[in-house]
C-alpha cells in the first residue's frame, strides 16, 4: 500500500524542486488534487516508487484487493439515480390517473365512500403492476449495460490478464492497442505509433499522436496532454504500455460526470409514434365521452352519475397502459436476445430490426469459426503441407532454410501473445515443453502456434528483440516490425501477397536470393490464386536487411516507413483456412425466405471469398462478386444501379464499406452492417444497424454499434431479427386487443344511451372490467411466443404505421361486434325483468366474456381463431382463467355484490351469455371450416389433374 505524502507532492515537475513546491502547495494532501493530468508532469521513476509497481511485474493480488477497497470499482458514478420510491410515485403521474383520483375524492365528498374506496383500490393495483415491470426493466438494462461493458489487458505478478474494465485499479500495468478504449486516466510509459481519439473528452474531432515523455509544464488543456490518455478515449492505432493513475470518479471524465445531470432516456422511434396515437385517442376518447354525459343529462339522470360514468369511461376508453406495454415488450424483447447472445446497446434497434432489407456481414469470424489453421506453405520451387498446427516434416533431404525463415517472419511480425509473457511475440521466452494459450487475432494466432510448432523456429524467436513497430494499415495492407538479433538489424513485413510483391525486388529460393523477375511474379501470382481457390486466406511475408549492429551490438539506427516499402526480398506465402460455421447456411436460407439479402464483405481475395459464399448459399447463379479495385472504379450512379445484384465484395477497406452502406440506404434499404476492426466504426455507425463483435470487436466499434454479437456469429443476427419482428407483432396484438375492448366499452355506452336505456355499466363496474381485460391477460398478449412463419415474411416498412395493413379496420369491427353483443344482451334482460341491477350484471358479464374470447382472436393477424398451429401460451390460458374466477366472485360473493352492485346469476343466463359472446365466433369456425375444405379439395383436383 503507497503511503501518502505529508503536506506536498511527492514528484518534482518540470524544473521545479521539492522547496520550490513545497511553498506553492504547502499543506494540500496529493488525494485532494482532482485532476489526473498532474500526473503527466510526474517522472517515470517517481510514479512507479508511488504507487510500488514495476512495469514487468505489475500489482500482486494484495495490492490490488487494498487498492480496490480505498477507490472503488472503475466506475462513473450516476448523479441521479431512480430509486424504488420515485419509481412508484411516477406511475400517478399519468394525466388519466390523475382525473381518476379526482373522481376518487368527488366520491368521498358525496358520501359514496364504497366507489371511493373501490377505485383507490384500483388506482394502487394499477400503480404497483407498473412499478414491478418498470422495476424489472431497469434491473434487465443495468444487467445489459455489465453485458457490453468493456476489457482491460493488464500486467499482474508478471502475466498479462485480459479482465473487466471496472476491476483495474490505481497502479495497474495497462496494456494498450489499437480498438481499445481506455480503462482509466493512464500515464505513459512506451509507445509505438499512439494515435488517441479523444472526441468522447475534447469534442476533437481530430485523433492525437501521444508520447511517453515527461512534460515540463501542466498545459492549459487536457488536449495538449501528450504523454496521458484518459478514460473513454479510444486507441485508434499504435500501442503503448502505461500506469494506470486515476480511475472512476477521480479521472478527467469523473470530473466532467459530477458536473452535469445524467441525460434522459430518448424514446424509440415507435414509442414517440404509440405516444402521438395516445394523444390522438385521448382527444376522441373525451370528445365521445362528453357526448356521452351530455346525453345522459339530457335524459335527466343526475349530473354526478353522469360525471363519474363519463370520467371512468374515459379512464377505460384511454389506452393508459399503451407506453407501459411496449416498455415492457421492448425491455423482456431484449432479455430474449440476450440469452440467444444478442446484446441490445441501443433500444431502437429492437424495432429497427424487423424492418431489415440488407444484412452485410464481414466473413472471418462471423460466416466463418474464426478459428484460422495454416494449411500450406510455399516459398521459392517449394511447399509444405501443414496438419493440425504441427508440421510434417518427413524426409529432411532437402534444405528447409525457406520454410524457417517464413515461419520465423510469420512470428516476428505477429501481435499474437502468450498468456505467460509480457510482450508480443517478437520478445516472447518460448518454453519447448508448454503449449501456453495464444491470444490475439485469429490469423495471429494461427501464425504463432505454427511457428511455434516447429522447433528450430521456437529456438530461434528468442534470440530477437522487437525495437519498431508499423502497425498494420487498411490502405497499405502490411504490417512490418524491426527486430534486432544482437548481430544485425532487419525489417520484417507480412501483408497482402500483391502488395508485398510490389514492395520486393528480390526473392528467396531454395536458400539463395535472386533477383525477383515478371515471370517469377507471375508464377507467385498464380500459387496465390491457386490457394485463394481453396478457400484459403493467403499472407506473404518478405525481410529487409538493415545494418550490421556495432561493438554495443545495438542497433545503429532503424529503417523509416518509406524504407521499409522498398527492396524487400519475397519469402513465401502462407494459406490459412477458415471453415464456415455449420449453422450459417441454415441461417443465409432463412434470410432469403425473408426477404433479406445477405451481402458478404470481406478484406480476403475473391476466390477465398467466392468459395466461402457458396458454400454458405450467399452468392447464388445470378450474384455478382466485386473486388475493391473494381469498386473504385465505378462513381456512385453506376454502383446503384449495379449493387442490387452484387452479393460479394471481396478486397474492400473500411471506406468501402461505408460507400456501400450509403449506396444500399440510397436505394431505400434498411442495412444491418457488421464490424469488428477500429476503421469499421464510420460504416458501422452509418448503418441503420450497427453490429460489433462481441469476441473479436474493438471497443471503438463496440462504442459505434446498436447490437453487439456475443458469440460472433452471422446466425445470432438473424436470431435478432427474428426477435424485433416478435416484438413489433406483440406490440400489435396488444393494440388490436387494447384498442378493440375500448371501443367495445364505448359504444356499449353510447348505443344505450341512444336507445334510450339506462347506464348499462356502473362507474366502478367499468373500472372493474378494465382491471381484468387490460391487466394479466394484455400482459401475457403482449409477451406471446412468434408465430412459426414470421421469417417467411418480407420485411416491413420502417415508416410503418402501427395500424396500417388493416389494423384499424379489425379494430373497429370488433369493437363494433363487443358493443352490439352487450347492448343488446342487457336490452333483452332488461326488458324481460326490469331489474336494472340484474340487467347490469348481464351486461358486465357478456362484455368480459366477449374480451376474453378476444384476446385469443388477436394472437395472430394471419391465422384464424382456431388454428391448431399457432404456438402454446399458458401464460395467456392461465391470465384468461384468472380473469374469469375474478369475475365470479364480483358477481356471487357477498361483499363484493355489495361493492360493484351484482346479483348471482343461474346456470341458464351464463348459457345465454356464453352463446351471445361465442356467436361471432361460431361464424367464423364456419368460415374456417368451408375455406380448409376447398382449399383441400382444390389440392386434391391437381393431384389428380
Not at 365521452?289 to 335524459?299: A, D, K
Not at 513497430?469 to 544485425?488: H, Q
Not at 336507445?755 to 391477460?777: A, E, F, K, S, V
Request: net charge positive; charged share 20%; aromatic share 8%.
Amino acid at each position: 500500500m503507497e503511503k501518502e505524502p505529508s503536506g506536498f507532492f511527492f514528484f518534482a515537475p518540470g524544473n521545479m524542486n521539492k522547496d520550490e513546491l513545497r511553498g506553492t502547495i504547502q499543506g494540500i494532501w496529493w488525494w485532494t488534487v482532482k485532476k489526473a493530468r498532474m500526473w503527466a508532469l510526474a517522472p517515470l521513476k517517481e510514479i512507479y516508487h508511488f504507487f510500488h509497481v514495476q512495469p514487468d511485474w505489475g500489482l500482486s493480488a494484495q495490492e490490488i484487493f487494498n487498492r480496490r477497497e480505498r477507490w472503488g470499482y472503475n466506475r462513473i458514478q450516476k448523479t441521479r439515480k431512480k430509486n424504488v420510491v420515485s419509481i412508484f410515485l411516477d406511475q400517478f403521474k399519468d394525466f388519466m390517473i390523475l382525473v381518476l383520483l379526482g373522481a376518487t375524492l368527488v366520491s368521498g365528498l358525496l358520501g359514496e365512500y364504497s366507489d371511493a374506496i373501490t377505485i383507490i383500490i384500483i388506482v394502487i393495483f394499477n400503480a404497483l403492476l407498473g412499478f414491478i415491470q418498470e422495476f424489472r426493466a431497469e434491473r434487465s438494462f443495468a444487467a445489459l449495460q455489465k453485458l457490453a461493458a468493456p476489457m482491460g489487458r493488464v500486467v499482474r505478478e508478471g502475466k498479462v490478464t485480459e479482465i473487466p474494465a471496472e476491476e483495474v485499479v490505481p497502479g495497474d500495468v495497462l496494456l494498450l492497442q489499437a480498438g481499445n478504449v481506455v480503462c482509466g486516466d493512464v500515464r505513459l510509459i512506451d509507445t509505438e505509433g499512439l494515435i488517441v481519439d479523444e472526441s468522447p473528452l475534447t469534442g476533437e474531432s481530430e485523433a492525437v499522436e501521444k508520447t511517453a515523455e515527461p512534460l515540463q509544464e501542466l498545459p492549459s488543456s487536457i488536449g495538449d496532454v501528450k504523454n496521458m490518455v484518459f478514460g473513454s478515449t479510444m486507441i485508434t492505432s499504435g500501442s503503448a504500455q502505461g500506469i494506470v493513475v486515476a480511475t472512476g470518479m477521480n479521472t478527467e471524465l469523473g470530473a466532467i460526470a459530477a458536473l452535469i445531470q445524467e441525460a434522459e432516456q430518448e424514446l424509440t422511434p415507435l414509442q414517440r409514434r404509440l405516444a402521438r396515437l395516445g394523444r390522438t385517442l385521448v382527444s376522441a376518447c373525451l370528445a365521445l365521452c362528453s357526448f356521452v354525459v351530455f346525453l345522459g343529462l339530457w335524459r335527466e339522470q343526475g349530473l354526478y352519475k353522469m360525471l363519474m360514468s363519463g370520467i371512468t369511461l374515459a379512464v377505460a376508453a384511454i389506452p393508459e397502459g399503451l407506453p407501459a406495454i411496449v416498455t415492457i415488450s421492448l425491455a423482456l424483447g431484449v432479455q430474449r436476445m440476450v440469452r440467444r447472445n444478442a446484446i441490445v446497446r441501443r433500444l431502437p434497434a429492437v424495432e429497427t430490426l424487423g424492418c431489415a432489407t440488407v444484412i452485410c456481414s464481414d466473413k472471418t469470424g462471423t460466416i466463418t469459426q474464426n478459428k484460422m489453421v495454416v494449411k500450406k506453405v510455399a516459398s521459392g520451387e517449394r511447399s509444405w503441407e501443414i496438419d493440425k498446427n504441427v508440421l510434417q516434416e518427413g524426409k529432411r533431404s532437402q534444405d528447409w532454410s525457406d520454410l524457417e525463415q517464413c515461419l520465423l517472419i510469420a512470428a516476428l511480425c505477429n501481435n499474437a501473445w502468450l498468456e505467460d509473457s509480457l510482450q508480443g511475440a517478437g520478445r516472447l521466452v518460448l518454453k519447448q515443453e508448454v503449449q501456453p494459450r495464444i491470444h490475439g487475432s485469429p490469423t495471429e494466432v494461427a501464425l504463432l502456434r505454427c511457428a511455434y510448432s516447429y522447433s528450430a523456429v521456437r529456438s530461434r524467436v528468442q534470440e530477437y528483440q522487437r525495437i519498431k513497430e508499423y502497425t498494420f494499415d487498411s490502405r497499405k495492407k502490411y504490417m512490418a516490425v524491426v527486430c534486432c538479433n544482437g548481430m544485425m538489424t532487419k525489417a520484417y513485413v507480412k501483408g497482402a501477397p500483391e502488395r508485398i510483391l510490389s514492395m520486393s525486388t528480390h526473392t528467396l529460393n531454395n536458400g539463395k536470393i535472386e533477383v525477383l523477375t515478371n515471370k517469377q511474379r507471375e508464377k507467385l501470382l498464380g500459387q496465390v490464386e491457386k490457394m485463394t481457390m481453396e478457400a484459403l486466406r493467403v499472407i506473404a511475408v518478405a525481410y529487409k536487411p538493415w545494418k550490421k549492429n556495432g561493438p554495443s551490438r545495438e542497433p545503429t539506427n532503424q529503417p523509416g516507413k518509406d524504407e521499409v516499402e522498398s527492396g524487400l526480398i519475397f519469402s513465401g506465402i502462407l494459406g490459412l483456412i477458415d471453415p464456415p460455421r455449420p449453422e450459417v447456411m441454415k441461417a443465409v436460407r432463412t434470410c432469403q425466405k425473408a426477404g433479406i439479402r445477405v451481402v458478404m464483405i470481406t478484406g480476403d481475395h475473391r476466390n477465398t471469398a467466392i468459395a466461402i459464399a457458396r458454400q454458405t448459399g450467399i452468392l447464388g447463379s445470378s450474384g455478382e462478386v466485386v473486388t475493391g479495385e473494381e469498386l473504385e472504379k465505378l462513381d456512385d450512379k453506376k454502383l446503384e444501379k449495379k449493387i442490387e445484384s452484387i452479393a460479394v465484395f471481396a478486397r474492400v477497406n473500411p471506406e468501402h464499406k461505408l460507400r456501400i452502406v450509403r449506396c444500399l440506404k440510397s436505394r431505400g434499404h434498411i442495412v444491418a452492417m457488421t464490424g469488428d476492426g477500429v476503421n469499421d466504426a464510420p460504416a458501422v455507425k452509418e448503418a441503420d444497424i450497427g453490429i460489433s463483435m462481441g469476441k473479436t470487436g474493438t471497443e471503438v466499434t463496440r462504442e459505434a454499434a446498436a447490437l453487439v454479437l456475443a458469440d460472433d456469429n452471422f446466425s445470432t443476427i438473424v436470431a435478432a431479427v427474428e426477435e424485433g419482428r416478435g416484438i413489433y407483432d406483440n406490440i400489435r396484438k396488444f393494440i388490436r386487443f387494447l384498442l378493440g375492448c375500448n371501443t367495445g366499452e364505448i359504444l356499449t355506452m353510447v348505443m344505450a344511451m341512444l336507445w334510450g336505456l339506462p347506464l348499462p355499466l356502473r362507474p366502478i363496474q367499468i373500472l372493474w372490467i378494465n382491471l381484468i381485460t387490460d391487466g394479466l391477460p394484455a400482459m401475457a398478449l403482449g409477451v406471446d411466443a412468434r408465430e412459426k412463419e414470421i421469417m417467411f415474411r418480407s420485411p416491413r416498412s420502417i415508416t410503418e404505421g402501427v395500424l396500417s395493413r388493416g389494423l384499424w379496420a379489425k379494430i373497429l369491427a370488433r369493437g363494433f361486434i363487443i358493443g352490439i353483443t352487450s347492448t343488446v344482451m342487457f336490452a333483452l334482460a332488461y326488458y324481460n325483468t326490469g331489474h336494472l341491477v340484474y340487467a347490469q350484471t348481464m351486461a358486465l358479464a357478456t362484455l368480459v366474456a366477449t374480451q376474453l374470447l378476444h384476446v385469443f382472436e388477436c394472437r395472430s393477424e394471419q391465422r384464424s381463431f382456431w388454428d391448431k398451429s399457432l404456438p402454446p401460451n399458458p401464460l395467456l390460458a392461465g391470465s384468461v382463467l384468472l380473469s374469469f374466477l375474478l369475475l365470479f366472485i364480483n358477481i356471487y360473493h357477498p361483499f363484493f355484490q355489495d361493492v360493484f352492485q351484482t346479483v348471482a346469476l343461474s346456470l341458464f343466463d351464463w348459457l345465454t351469455i356464453f352463446s351471445f359472446s361465442a356467436l361471432p365466433y361460431v361464424f367464423s369456425f364456419s368460415f374456417w371450416c368451408i375455406e380448409r375444405l376447398f382449399r383441400a379439395s382444390k389440392f386434391t383436383f391437381e393431384q389428380k389433374k
